[in-house]
């Protein structure tokens, strides 16, 4: 993995947290409108994660196909980046 190991370890424990945190507040019958809050929020923070893991990458693995790789292999960081981005838009 190219990103930040140590950065995204820690973005992730705190993801984890913020969920642990939701089954709290699931298993106390909290109200739904801060459970859903608290939701948004946990999502919000890993499409951030994945945009830096996928940031990370385009700069190096997509970078160094497309200047010094065969067109294979241009084809195909080219082709997971198009299945990437059909995913994140649906």
Same mark, same amino acid.
């Given at each position: 993995?190219?990103?930040? &190991?140590? &950065?995204?370890?820690?973005?992730?424990? =705190?993801?984890?947290?913020? @969920?642990?945190? +939701?089954? $709290?507040?699931? %298993?106390?019958? $909290?109200?739904? +409108?801060? +459970?859903?809050?608290?939701?948004?929020? =946990?999502?919000?923070?890993?499409? $951030? @994660?994945?945009?830096?893991?996928?940031?990370?990458? @385009?700069?190096?693995?997509?970078? =160094?196909?497309?200047?010094?790789? =065969? %067109?294979?292999?241009?084809?195909? &960081?080219?082709? %997971?980046? %198009?299945?990437? +981005?059909?995913?994140?838009? $649906?």
């Amino acid at each position: 993995m190219q990103a930040d &190991k140590a &950065k995204t370890l820690r973005l992730l424990k =705190t993801a984890r947290g913020q @969920i642990d945190g +939701i089954m $709290r507040m699931v %298993e106390e019958d $909290r109200y739904c +409108i801060d +459970i859903s809050t608290q939701l948004m929020a =946990t999502q919000s923070m890993l499409a $951030r @994660i994945n945009a830096d893991v996928l940031k990370a990458h @385009i700069d190096h693995c997509v970078r =160094t196909a497309v200047e010094s790789g =065969t %067109e294979a292999e241009k084809e195909s &960081k080219l082709a %997971e980046v %198009e299945h990437v +981005i059909d995913k994140l838009a $649906r």
